[in-house]
């Protein structure tokens, strides 16, 4: 028989999993920030800070990836493998790479932003640091596993601060924009036709394919959008 204690304590126990399903459901939009500009190029100290953070975090969560040697996201699959016939390292064929997308930009017309810019420059860069500073996993399953998650949960967080700071899409996403609106293609189907391109060139120069792979494609998806519903609970105040 149930006591009035044991009822109180059962809907208050509903009450928080429900909170906590609401709190980390899924966005479905990009949110206006305190932070987001009116411009591709309107910067503020903290607007910038929050760019760089995002992008920071974002080539530490591509590190993880590539350390847990189970395989990279798409576009990793290809820095690494053109890292094996040149003398690039890893964070600088990841910006030779972003360099040539931009390119590919112009007979698009499309028109970077300083987030643009900051993209090529700080994943690039903080990629570079986070595959000398984390150990490469060969042996431990569950580490290698951990690496995985970590990484597309960081990736989705950086990927939220850096998108709601409004200061122009990343070279990938200006190539897979631009190609939708010149072709009327949908989105989805042109970005997932060229990460299909770009991984199996990728995966042809050496580059890793693998689990990590098949994870990032499956859950980057929510991650992004549940990062951007708590970047919205948590400023819908400010």
């Known amino acids: 028989m149930r006591t009035p204690m044991h009822s109180d304590r059962c809907v208050l126990s509903?009450?928080?999993d429900n909170r906590l399903i609401h709190f980390f459901?899924?966005?479905k939009v990009v949110p206006l920030t305190p932070w987001t500009a009116t411009s591709r190029w309107s910067l503020t100290p903290a607007r910038l800070a929050i760019l760089v953070f995002g992008l920071g975090?974002?080539?530490f969560g591509e590190a993880l990836l590539i350390q847990s040697t189970l395989g990279n996201s798409p576009w990793a699959v290809l820095s690494q493998g053109l890292s094996k016939h040149t003398p690039l390292s890893l964070g600088w064929s990841t910006f030779f790479i972003s360099l040539v997308v931009l390119l590919l930009w112009i007979p698009l017309k499309q028109w970077p932003g300083f987030g643009t810019v900051a993209n090529i420059i700080v994943i690039a860069f903080a990629l570079q640091i986070g595959t000398d500073i984390f150990p490469a996993q060969h042996h431990n399953f569950l580490i290698r596993i951990l690496y995985v998650i970590a990484g597309i949960m960081i990736i989705g967080i950086g990927s939220s601060l850096y998108i709601t700071c409004g200061l122009g899409p990343g070279p990938r996403d200006g190539l897979m924009t631009?190609?939708?609106r010149v072709t009327g293609?949908?989105?989805g189907r042109v970005r997932l036709t060229l990460e299909i391109i770009v991984m199996t060139i990728g995966w042809l120069l050496g580059g890793r394919v693998g689990l990590g792979t098949?994870?990032?494609a499956?859950?980057?998806g929510n991650a992004l959008a549940i990062s951007l519903t708590m970047v919205r609970k948590l400023t819908w105040r400010a």
């Open 25 to 27: 459901k899924p966005s």
């Open 218 to 220: 499956l859950f980057i």
């Open 178 to 180: 631009g190609l939708h």
């Open 214 to 216: 098949l994870m990032f």
């Open 57 to 59: 975090i974002f080539g």
């Open 14 to 16: 509903s009450l928080v």
């Open 185 to 187: 293609v949908r989105v």
